[in-house]
C-alpha cells in the first residue's frame, strides 16, 4: 500500500493560519509514517497533474539529494501585504475551535520583527525532506518563532515557508523559485489564479509544469489531460509501471499490479526535465550526481 489518509479533515479558513496548520499536521504525519522519501508535495483540491506519476517520480529521482532542493516561489516585494496581513493581528478561531468560524482582526498593529526578513508567495510548495524535518521536528528556534507569528497573521500559508527558507542559511540556497505548477491570470490579475479550461491546453504542456490548476471540477480539459497524457480511462486510476495488465481485452490495465517502485517514463515527462534544467542548471553542473539523462 502506497497510500495513507489522515483522517477526519480539519477545519480550514482559507484567510486564516489553518491552512498552514493542516499542512504542517500532514508534513508530520507522513514523517512518522515512512522513511524513504524525498520530497513533499503540497497541492490543492482543484490542482491536476499534467505528467504521469512515473515521469514526476523518474525526473526527480536524478536530482541531487545533497542539495535538498526546494520549489518554492517566493518574493521579497511584500508591498500592500505589510498593513494587511503581517502587522495586522488576526485570530483564526479554527485553530482552537472545530469550526470555522469568523476570523477576529485586532485593532492595534504590531510591529514589524526585525530578526527576520519577509517573504511571500505561492501556497503550494515541494519540499525536500531535510526541510520539512528542520520545520516540524524544531532543530532551531526560527521555525517555532516564525510559527507563533504566524498564528496571527491573515492568510499565513502564503508566507511561512517562504520566510523560515529564506532567512535560515542552511536552506536558503537550496530553494528553486518556482512551485513546478502552471497557473493562468487574468489581466489585470485578480487576488487567486483564473480557472483553466481546454483553450489553455497547448500552453500547459508547454510550460513543462508538473501540475496545473485550479480547474472547475469535471470540466472539459481534465478529459483532455486524462485522455492525452495520463491515459487515464473513466473511473479509473491512472496507469504506471506497476500496473500488470487486466483479465480480459479492454479491462482496468491496473487490475493486476506488481511492484510500486518500477516506473515506465513516457516522451511526455521530457518536458518537466526540461524545465528542471532551466531552473537548476548552476546547482546540477555544480554537484558530483550526473545531470539528468536516460
Avoid at 62 to 81: C, V
Avoid at 238 to 248: D, K, N, S, V, Y
Avoid at 262 to 271: E, F, K, N, T, V
Wanted: a positive charge.
Amino acid at each position: 500500500m502506497n497510500v495513507g489518509v489522515v483522517g477526519k479533515a480539519d477545519a480550514v479558513n482559507l484567510d486564516g493560519s489553518t491552512p498552514i496548520a493542516a499542512v504542517l499536521h500532514g508534513a508530520a504525519i507522513l514523517l512518522r509514517w515512512r522513511d524513504g522519501w524525498d520530497w513533499f508535495v503540497n497541492l490543492g483540491p482543484s490542482d491536476y497533474p499534467i505528467i504521469t506519476q512515473d515521469d514526476f517520480l523518474h525526473v526527480l529521482s536524478f536530482l541531487p539529494r545533497d542539495l535538498n532542493l526546494n520549489f518554492i516561489e517566493h518574493s521579497s516585494d511584500i508591498g500592500w501585504k505589510e498593513y494587511q496581513r503581517i502587522v495586522q493581528v488576526t485570530v483564526d478561531p479554527g485553530l482552537y475551535l472545530g469550526t470555522k468560524g469568523v476570523l477576529f482582526t485586532g485593532s492595534h498593529k504590531r510591529k514589524q520583527p526585525r530578526a527576520y526578513k519577509f517573504f511571500t508567495g505561492s501556497p503550494w510548495v515541494i519540499l525536500s525532506r531535510k526541510f520539512v524535518e528542520f520545520t516540524i521536528l524544531g532543530l532551531d528556534n526560527l521555525p517555532r518563532t516564525l510559527l507563533m507569528y504566524f498564528s496571527n497573521t491573515k492568510s499565513s500559508h502564503r508566507g511561512y515557508f517562504q520566510t523560515l527558507a529564506c532567512n535560515t542559511r542552511k536552506f536558503s540556497n537550496s530553494i528553486i523559485n518556482s512551485n513546478l505548477r502552471f497557473v493562468m491570470w487574468d489581466n489585470p490579475p485578480g487576488p487567486e489564479p483564473r480557472n483553466l479550461k481546454k483553450s489553455d491546453f497547448r500552453k500547459m504542456l508547454g510550460s513543462g509544469a508538473a501540475f496545473a490548476g485550479p480547474f472547475l471540477q469535471n470540466d472539459g480539459a481534465l478529459d483532455q489531460i486524462d485522455a492525452l497524457i495520463l491515459h487515464r480511462g473513466k473511473g479509473r486510476v491512472a496507469p504506471g509501471g506497476w500496473c500488470l495488465g487486466g483479465h480480459r481485452f479492454g479491462g482496468d490495465p491496473c487490475q493486476v499490479w506488481g511492484d510500486i517502485d518500477i516506473l515506465r517514463p513516457s516522451p511526455a515527462g521530457r518536458r518537466f526535465e526540461r524545465l528542471l534544467l532551466r531552473l537548476i542548471p548552476n546547482r546540477l553542473s555544480n554537484s558530483s550526481t550526473p545531470r539528468i539523462h536516460r
